[in-house]
């Protein structure tokens, strides 16, 4: 009961956040790349969080810059998974072949890549947009969670009852994406989760480096200019550097708890 009620709040604020993204264009009192006021505002006289170093009001960059910074996330998300799900189902089914020897050791090479160090270097020279920083993290991201769902598949496969079905002329096609699949589906979203934190703090901490898109607005960007304006030594830390710090500490933590919410439920359901 105690993990369904952590995974429910985690769910409803990440759901708010999420509301709050698609709906940024409404939302938003001002135009977040527009001069709308003098610079360094102070909050209040229309701006909720005042305005940065030229005038930008604050609150409207934070509201489109979820949007970026949930994209990389979840796109980034979505393409570690695919990956992952693909060689670590089909190593795990062949287990002991020559495909699962070849898919190991491609596994084996991105694991010996430097994660965050190639990261920075792909970022840098591909001058990777929002898209291509989700593309650069999904497929550097995927060998760690290959290797769970494998040994997952290799315990799967020796149930019995997939031992019946494939005796019956199952082709394993359909045994693995009809039941190997389904078998994973716990496992999956857990990491899911997880690879969607881990996405939202790459975004922000190569943003903060300065090899985000400058004309993109995210909560690591605002950091990075924030900090490149000295904002850190003034008084306008206060509305510039802590809403969206706070917004990464939100969903993060929404993110963490609907994971302990998952590894809970499964930890129960084994038991």
């Given at each position: 009961?105690?993990?369904?009620?952590?995974?429910?709040?985690g769910?409803?604020?990440?759901?708010?956040v999420?509301?709050?993204?698609?709906?940024?264009?409404v939302?938003?009192?001002?135009?977040?790349?527009?001069?709308?006021a003098a610079?360094?505002l102070?909050?209040?006289?229309g701006?909720?969080?005042?305005?940065?170093?030229?005038?930008?009001?604050?609150?409207?960059?934070?509201?489109?810059?979820?949007?970026?910074?949930?994209?990389?996330?979840?796109l980034?998300?979505?393409i570690?998974?695919?990956?992952?799900?693909?060689?670590?189902?089909?190593?795990?089914?062949?287990?002991?072949?020559?495909?699962?020897?070849?898919?190991?050791?491609?596994?084996?090479?991105?694991?010996?890549?430097?994660?965050?160090?190639?990261?920075?270097?792909?970022?840098?020279?591909?001058?990777a947009?929002?898209?291509?920083?989700?593309?650069?993290?999904?497929?550097?991201?995927?060998?760690?969670?290959?290797?769970?769902?494998?040994?997952?598949?290799?315990?799967?496969?020796?149930?019995d009852?997939?031992?019946?079905?494939?005796a019956?002329?199952?082709?394993?096609?359909?045994i693995?994406?009809?039941?190997?699949?389904r078998?994973?589906?716990?496992?999956?979203?857990?990491?899911?989760?997880?690879?969607?934190?881990?996405?939202?703090?790459?975004?922000?901490?190569?943003?903060?480096?300065?090899?985000?898109?400058?004309?993109?607005?995210?909560?690591?960007?605002?950091?990075?200019?924030?900090?490149?304006?000295?904002?850190?030594?003034?008084?306008?830390?206060?509305?510039?550097?802590?809403?969206?710090?706070?917004?990464?500490?939100?969903v993060?933590?929404?993110?963490?708890?609907?994971?302990?919410?998952?590894?809970?439920?499964?930890?129960?359901?084994?038991?």
């Open positions: 009961m105690r993990n369904k009620l952590v995974g429910g709040i769910a409803g604020l990440l759901l708010l999420v509301l709050t993204a698609v709906f940024a264009p939302l938003a009192p001002f135009d977040p790349s527009a001069v709308s610079p360094l102070p909050p209040g006289g701006h909720l969080l005042g305005t940065n170093d030229i005038g930008q009001d604050i609150f409207s960059e934070l509201l489109h810059g979820a949007r970026s910074s949930l994209l990389v996330g979840g980034s998300a979505a570690s998974l695919t990956l992952a799900l693909a060689v670590g189902m089909l190593s795990g089914w062949f287990a002991g072949t020559w495909l699962d020897r070849l898919l190991m050791k491609l596994t084996a090479f991105f694991l010996t890549l430097p994660f965050i160090p190639a990261v920075i270097v792909l970022a840098a020279f591909s001058g947009g929002t898209a291509g920083m989700a593309v650069i993290l999904g497929v550097l991201s995927w060998p760690e969670t290959a290797r769970v769902l494998r040994a997952q598949t290799i315990q799967i496969r020796a149930r009852y997939l031992q019946s079905i494939r019956m002329g199952a082709g394993d096609w359909y693995l994406t009809r039941h190997v699949l078998e994973l589906l716990p496992l999956v979203l857990y990491q899911a989760v997880l690879r969607v934190k881990s996405g939202i703090l790459m975004e922000s901490s190569m943003s903060f480096l300065g090899l985000g898109t400058p004309l993109v607005k995210s909560w690591g960007s605002m950091i990075f200019y924030a900090q490149s304006r000295n904002a850190l030594i003034t008084g306008a830390w206060v509305w510039w550097v802590i809403p969206p710090g706070l917004c990464i500490c939100l993060c933590l929404a993110l963490m708890m609907i994971s302990y919410s998952l590894e809970g439920g499964g930890e129960e359901g084994s038991a």
